[in-house]
């Protein structure tokens, strides 16, 4: 089993930053692929980005690009969200996942483990 546990979630005005970070434990975090997801209530999950085990590979959904950037360091099991330029659209809980491989990245489905997410709620 992995444990994930999310962190950096909060309230902020249209327009600021957050960074969201992700620890990993119990498997060896430097053989996963990461992913960032998102879902509001009554919604689907929706991805937002994810990051290959050794950060060549890096894919974001299109709502976010220039604006979001992930990135990991192995040496701490963590990953991150840099969330900039932040719209009352990005509010929602923002979930990690890992899963093995990086063929088709945005699926959920794909991923093995899952945090219990964190609130990012942005104001307009």
């Known amino acids: 089993q992995m444990q994930l546990v999310e962190s950096g979630g909060g309230l902020v005005q249209a327009g600021g930053s957050l960074r969201l970070s992700c620890v990993a434990s119990?498997?060896?975090?430097?053989?996963?692929?990461m992913g960032w997801f998102r879902q509001t209530p009554g919604k689907e999950r929706e991805f937002v980005a994810a990051?290959?085990?050794?950060?060549?590979?890096?894919t974001y959904a299109d709502a976010v690009k220039g604006r979001f950037t992930i990135s990991r360091d192995n040496a701490k099991n963590t990953v991150y969200l840099q969330m900039n330029i932040l719209k009352p659209e990005d509010t929602a809980v923002y979930y990690c996942?890992?899963?093995?491989?990086?063929?088709?990245?945005?699926?959920?489905?794909?991923?093995?483990?899952w945090g219990q997410g964190t609130q990012v709620t942005v104001s307009s």
């Open positions: 996942a890992a899963r093995r491989g990086f063929t088709n990245p945005s699926s959920g489905r794909a991923y093995e483990y």
């Open positions: 119990g498997r060896t975090f430097d053989n996963y692929a």
């Open positions: 990051i290959n085990w050794s950060a060549s590979m890096i």
